[in-house]
Nanobody, 114 residues
Framework: QLVESGGGLVQPGGSLRLSCAASGFAFSSFYMNWYRQAPGKERELVAGINSFGGSTNYADSVKGRFTISRDNAKNTVYLQMNSLTPEDTAVYYC?????????WGQGTQVTVSS
């Protein structure tokens, strides 16, 4: 199970930190991703992090503004989002990949608006 939290309404230029708490599987063995889906658009990969946190990747649109991290002791993955713009408005989803499995959270809404 993956449960996201931390979404909300923020003004342009603001910051949010999303969290995704995992349970029911070997979290530390899974690659973790954050995706997002804006209204009328396809779901897109925002950021990913390997099982030990030593390797990350980002969509070009968020490089330098977003940071993905994980705490394997807490079974939690984070997405720190800075310098938010209205184009970042979307439902953000946590995803776990590994061992032939693919788990998804229910999503958390992020709205960037003045």
């Amino acid at each position: 199970q993956l449960v996201e939290s931390g979404g909300g309404l923020v003004q342009p230029g603001g910051s949010l930190r999303l969290s995704c708490a995992a349970s029911g599987f070997a979290f530390s063995s899974f690659y973790m991703n954050w995706y997002r889906q804006a209204p009328g658009k396809e779901r897109e990969l925002v950021a990913g992090i390997n099982s030990f946190g030593g390797s990350t990747n980002y969509a070009d649109s968020v490089k330098g503004r977003f940071t993905i991290s994980r705490d394997n002791a807490k079974n939690t993955v984070y997405l720190q989002m800075n310098s938010l713009t209205p184009e970042d408005t979307a439902v953000y989803y946590c995803n776990a990949e590994g061992w032939g499995n693919d788990y998804w959270g229910q999503g958390t809404q992020v709205t960037v608006s003045s």
